[in-house]
């Protein structure tokens, strides 16, 4: 069973920055699909970033701020924020596939102020 663990949410000015981190465990296997999700209040979960091995996928709102990265050998995924907008205030959600079967964490709490 994968579990992942989210960090590095917080509290933050606009135009400052966040790195959240996610770290994977429960696997021997490299697990290759990895990415971000985010929820606001009153909004759908809406895909932030994803990484598919040597591939990334990002959000239009989000492009040239966010960058996703990834150490293969450790399971963890990382979200960089910069030049962060009170607008991406919301839960944020680690997600893996691996093996045909998805995976999230717990989320954590990204709040932007003006």
């Known amino acids: 069973q994968v579990q992942l663990v989210e960090s590095g949410g917080g509290l933050v000015q606009a135009g400052g920055s966040l790195r959240l981190s996610c770290a994977a465990s429960?696997?021997?296997?490299?697990?290759?699909?990895m990415g971000w999700y985010r929820q606001a209040p009153g909004k759908q979960r809406e895909l932030v970033a994803a990484?598919?091995?040597?591939?990334?996928n990002y959000a239009d709102s989000v492009k040239g701020r966010f960058t996703i990265s990834r150490n293969a050998a450790e399971n963890t995924v990382y979200l960089q924020m910069n030049s962060l907008k009170p607008e991406d205030t919301a839960v944020y959600y680690c997600?893996?596939?691996?093996?045909?079967?998805?995976?999230w964490g717990q989320g954590t709490q990204v709040t932007v102020s003006s």
């Open positions: 990484l598919n091995a040597g591939t990334t």
């Open positions: 997600t893996a596939f691996l093996l045909g079967h998805e995976y």
């Open positions: 429960g696997t021997p296997f490299s697990i290759n699909v």
